[in-house]
């Protein structure tokens, strides 16, 4: 199974903040990396996929990139509605696995 | 617009079954791969089972093997998650989500879940 190390497990930041995650994976996953916003008692959202594409109607403040095995997820400016927790997914092979995440809160 | 609901969450004794269903709509269901995603609770995201679009190919996560059942039905836009034996560990939130391919990539919408707690 690949292994999703999310990085740090939580941070605390003020709006206006640019905020950066890093997951990295237990082996090349190329660029087979998508990334989850979950809010409390909420669903997950896509956010990007393969991991620097913006989902549709993202707003364009969130970023990604990387390949192989390490990616950041960046956040260029901290809004009120992005406090929340943050995960990456792999699909490079089954079982597909999430990394831990990473809990955004208000400083 | 797409829209999964799951049902079928409750509370269940250990060693006992529950299966759960997600219905679908707004797409073409049977162009897409769906996959079931659990949350224990305080805890992360855990995925569980993909079924292909077509249902011919299935993979389970390990901690589940031999217990539960991915199975759809792409006439009534179903899939559902038949879960045996069931364990303390079981208890969580259950997500349906839809994947983007036939296959498995990223799952772009999820259903608002369902609650399992497996409980004396």
């Known amino acids: 199974d690949i292994q999703m190390t999310q990085s740090p497990s939580s941070l605390s930041a003020s709006v206006g903040d640019r905020v950066t995650l890093t997951c990295r994976a237990g082996?090349?996953?190329?660029?087979?990396l998508h990334w989850y916003q979950q809010k409390p008692g909420k669903a997950p959202k896509l956010l990007i996929y393969d991991a620097s594409t913006l989902q549709s109607g993202v707003p364009s403040r969130f970023s990604g990139s990387g390949s192989g095995t390490d990616f950041t997820l960046t956040i260029s400016s901290l809004q009120p509605e992005d406090f929340a927790t943050y995960y990456c997914?792999?699909?490079?092979?089954?079982?597909?696995?999430f990394g831990g995440g990473t809990k955004v809160e208000v400083k | 617009q797409v829209q999964l609901v799951e049902s079928g969450g409750g509370v269940v004794q250990p060693g006992r079954s529950l299966r759960l269903s997600c219905a679908a709509s707004g797409f073409t269901y049977s162009s897409h791969a769906m996959h079931w995603v659990r949350q224990a609770p305080g805890s992360g995201l855990e995925w569980v089972a993909v079924?292909?679009?077509?249902?011919?190919?299935?993979y389970y996560t390990d901690s589940v093997k031999g217990r539960i059942t991915i199975s759809r039905d792409n006439f009534k836009n179903t899939v559902d998650l038949q879960m045996t034996s069931l364990r303390a560990e079981d208890t969580a939130v259950y997500y349906c989500a839809r994947d983007y391919s036939r296959y498995y990539d990223r799952l772009d919408f999820w259903g608002q879940g369902t609650l399992v707690s497996v409980s004396s």
């Open positions: 079924i292909s679009y077509d249902g011919s190919t299935i």
């Open positions: 082996q090349s996953i190329s660029s087979y």
């Open positions: 997914q792999q699909s490079y092979n089954t079982p597909v696995t």
